[in-house]
C-alpha cells in the first residue's frame, strides 16, 4: 500500500524555522500531485502548499505565501516544506498528501507531524 510518513516537527520560536519532511514509499513521479494541509485545534483540515508533477508547479495558501516554500527531490521519493518566519497561528499537526491516480484529488494521507509556535 502506499505510505507516507512525516517528520521534522517539533517546538520553534516565533520568526524561527523549519524544514519538513514526506518520504513516499512509491516514486514521487507517479503522484499526480504532493502537498501539505494542517489542522489545528478546533479548526478544519486546509491547504498549505502543493507541488504538481505534470507542470512543476507549486501553490501556497495565502498565509504562508513568502514564508513556506515546497519542493521535491524524486531520486528520494520525498517531498519537503521550508518553514521560515512561523508564527503562532502556524501551530497545528501537519500531513502530508498525495494524489494518486487514477483520481486527481488528494487522497493518500500521513500520520501527520506536530509544530508548535511559541510567542
Known amino acids: 500500500q502506499v505510505q507516507l510518513v512525516e517528520s521534522g516537527g517539533g517546538l520553534v520560536q516565533a520568526g524561527g524555522s523549519l524544514r519538513l519532511s514526506c518520504a513516499a514509499s512509491?516514486?514521487?513521479?507517479?503522484?499526480?500531485?504532493m502537498g501539505w494541509f494542517r489542522q489545528a485545534p478546533g479548526k478544519e483540515r486546509e491547504f498549505v502548499a502543493g507541488?504538481?508533477?505534470?507542470?512543476?508547479?507549486?501553490s501556497y495558501a495565502d498565509s504562508v505565501k513568502g514564508r513556506f516554500t515546497i519542493s521535491r527531490d524524486n531520486a528520494k521519493n520525498t517531498v519537503y516544506l521550508q518553514m521560515n518566519s512561523l508564527k503562532p497561528e502556524d501551530t497545528a499537526v501537519y500531513y502530508c498528501?498525495?494524489?494518486?491516480?487514477?483520481?486527481?484529488?488528494?487522497?493518500?494521507w500521513g500520520q501527520g507531524t506536530q509544530v508548535t509556535v511559541s510567542s
Open positions: 512509491r516514486r514521487t513521479f507517479t503522484f499526480f500531485a
Open positions: 507541488i504538481s508533477w505534470r507542470d512543476s508547479t507549486t
Open positions: 498528501a498525495a494524489a494518486a491516480p487514477p483520481g486527481r484529488k488528494y487522497d493518500v
